[in-house]
């Protein structure tokens, strides 16, 4: 049985932590949503939106990125390696 199909994650499950950890790092920088608005560029209501209900444009997901700092994590998406076998890991 594929465990890995089991634990997926949704779509929105994906959406809401990546919002979540979003809100948690303005908060912890003490930047309020009006802030982040101008500074970002982003509307207002797009960012209560992604807040609230998880959705935003990829652009705008960037914009806010940026102003938070966290654009420099995007380098390591999609890196992880996948090994066909354990001889693989082994021999790496």
Excluded: C
């Amino acid at each position: 049985m594929n465990n890995r199909f089991l634990n997926q994650k949704t779509p929105n499950e994906i959406a809401k932590n990546l919002a979540d950890k979003i809100k948690e790092h303005r908060k912890k920088l003490k930047i309020s949503q009006e802030t982040l608005a101008q500074k970002s560029g982003v509307s207002l209501g797009s960012i209560k939106r992604f807040e609230t209900k998880y959705e935003i444009s990829l652009q705008s997901f960037i914009k806010i990125a940026i102003v938070l700092g966290l654009d420099s994590d995007f380098e390591n998406l999609f890196t992880q390696k996948i090994y066909a076998s354990i001889d693989e890991v082994i021999n790496g």
